[in-house]
């Protein structure tokens, strides 16, 4: 390997190593910004990968020309849709009649499109690389302690960040011994300092069959050990983290894993039987599922449900539905139509706790009821089950703003970055995409994925002897639970640190299905 080729292979390496390190300089955004200082993350996402990128296209590609001549294509067409969307997605801001705190911005809406578009061209960067399992193992790994051995600790000494609001008042141990009947499930979870909760439970979730994997490969019992440790913390922080993705993801993969390796064992018989990895498997799942009902997920389903079904017997509901009809002979839009559904929303909704499941946030900062009384109103009488919970709202709120758009505006749709300023974003990714990118958006930004995985699920049942592997298999797994955290969690296809990981799982299977032509 020339000198050039194994310096940018080391540093594909350790760029995504250290991608949870990245993900931490939004503690500094404040000082940066004050002095004008670029942000890290955005020196070495938007910057660096480029420049790995063409090196990578100088010094790896046999191909230039066909590769130029499909990224060129793509290039033209994604910038024809960004200026048609990001000119409709300007001019909606008032149409639409959001409030001020809604509005527009074209570098936000540039580097979103960027983040999502990026992950696809790394996969090309990974995949000129050709890494050895041994590498694939290095970075899973260093991602896995640097995430979860920092989780542990902020938990156990209690100085982390809760993954929803403040910082936690409480580690492990205090699941155990009546913390729930003092404070809320939530503040119980933990973090560390890293940003998203729901991304990095994702990429956990992601990394834990990896893992289980590379504990199966390894001969040494000294590493072996090592390997078993990481997944104990491992699964340990990410029911610490307390989303219900991580929670539930350290009990469900072990017993996928399990399942996956008897087939490779027991059908296509291309792997030996070990009964140290099937103890280890049912012992992890087994100690996990009985830490799990105490878990601050758990506890927090429970209180939610204990809310909720305080909501169904609130009887000032059927007199406020009562009361509702008084306004069949308001203009909509004058004065006393918005002070009656003002007194609505205040009598029934705040004052009765109707919405009491909702965070107060929502009608009081990012879209207030003063503005929009009768949005909050109609959310109020609403059944209980359709609208209690924030995620539940952040729905309701872009179904009633899309509703407004045309067959043609839907294909550009409404602009991301005019969300995200009102702080309500969708979090389910591909339909979040929909929303705010509209239909071409979400063919040019987000489709891809899957294509890839229709690609990879074609060769695998036409080259079925040799592609059907335990590391394949564990590896498309992997890959699916990414996805499958984006669909039902989001903050997933937008967040480097969750992508990054996703496309070297997914260009080592590229690879590997070459290989089998």
Request: aromatic fraction near 18%.
């Amino acid at each position: 390997m020339r000198k050039q080729e194994k310096l940018l292979h080391i540093l594909v390496i350790v760029f995504l190593a250290i991608q949870p390190i990245i993900d931490m300089d939004y503690l500094i955004y404040d000082f940066l910004d004050q002095f004008g200082l670029p942000r890290l993350s955005t020196i070495l996402r938007f910057v660096v990968v480029p420049l790995l990128l063409i090196f990578s296209f100088i010094l790896r590609d046999k191909k230039k020309k066909r590769t130029f001549i499909a990224v060129g294509t793509y290039g033209v067409l994604l910038l024809v849709y960004f200026v048609l969307h990001a000119k409709q997605a300007a001019s909606l801001v008032e149409r639409l009649a959001f409030t001020d705190n809604f509005y527009f911005n074209t570098f936000q809406e540039l580097t979103y499109v960027l983040t999502l578009v990026i992950p696809y061209f790394l996969v090309y960067l990974i995949y000129n690389e050709n890494f050895n399992e041994k590498e694939v193992k290095l970075i899973t790994c260093i991602l896995s302690a640097s995430i979860s051995i920092t989780i542990l600790i902020g938990d156990l000494f209690v100085f982390a960040k809760s993954t929803y609001y403040g910082y936690t008042v409480g580690n492990i141990f205090t699941w155990f011994n009546g913390i729930y009947q003092a404070y809320h499930p939530r503040t119980l979870a933990s973090k560390f300092f890293f940003n998203e909760g729901n991304t990095i439970g994702i990429l956990l979730f992601m990394i834990l069959p990896m893992i289980y994997y590379f504990f199966y490969r390894e001969e040494n019992k000294k590493n072996k050990l090592y390997l078993a440790s990481l997944i104990f913390i491992q699964s340990l922080s990410m029911q610490m983290l307390a989303t219900r993705v991580a929670t539930y993801g350290a009990v469900v993969m072990p017993v996928l894993f399990l399942a996956i390796y008897l087939f490779t064992v027991l059908i296509t018989k291309t792997e030996k039987f070990q009964k140290t990895i099937c103890f280890v498997t049912v012992i992890f799942a087994a100690i996990f599922a009985m830490i799990l009902p105490m878990t601050p997920a758990v506890q927090n389903q429970k209180v939610d449900a204990k809310n909720d079904t305080a909501l169904l017997h609130n009887g000032m509901a059927d007199l406020g539905k009562e009361e509702l009809a008084n306004a069949d002979d308001l203009v909509p839009g004058s004065v006393e139509y918005i002070n009656f559904y003002v007194y609505m929303f205040e009598t029934y909704g705040i004052n009765a706790r109707y919405i009491q499941s909702v965070p107060s946030m929502y009608y009081t900062e990012y879209y207030s009821y003063q503005v929009d009384p009768k949005f909050w109103v109609d959310v109020t009488f609403m059944p209980v089950f359709d609208r209690v919970s924030g995620r539940q709202i952040e729905t309701i709120f872009f179904n009633y703003k899309y509703q407004n758009l045309t067959q043609k505006e839907k294909l550009l749709g409404m602009g991301y970055s005019t969300f995200m300023n009102g702080s309500i974003v969708l979090e389910q990714d591909f339909k979040q995409q929909i929303y705010t990118l509209g239909y071409i958006g979400e063919l040019l930004c987000v489709l891809p994925w899957i294509f890839v995985i229709f690609y990879g699920l074609y060769h695998f049942i036409r080259k079925f002897k040799k592609l059907f592997t335990l590391d394949n298999l564990v590896m498309a797994v992997s890959a699916a639970a990414g996805l499958g955290g984006a669909w039902l969690s989001g903050h997933m296809l937008d967040q480097f640190i969750t992508t990054t990981y996703l496309a070297l799982l997914v260009a080592m299977l590229l690879h590997h299905i070459k290989e089998a032509e």
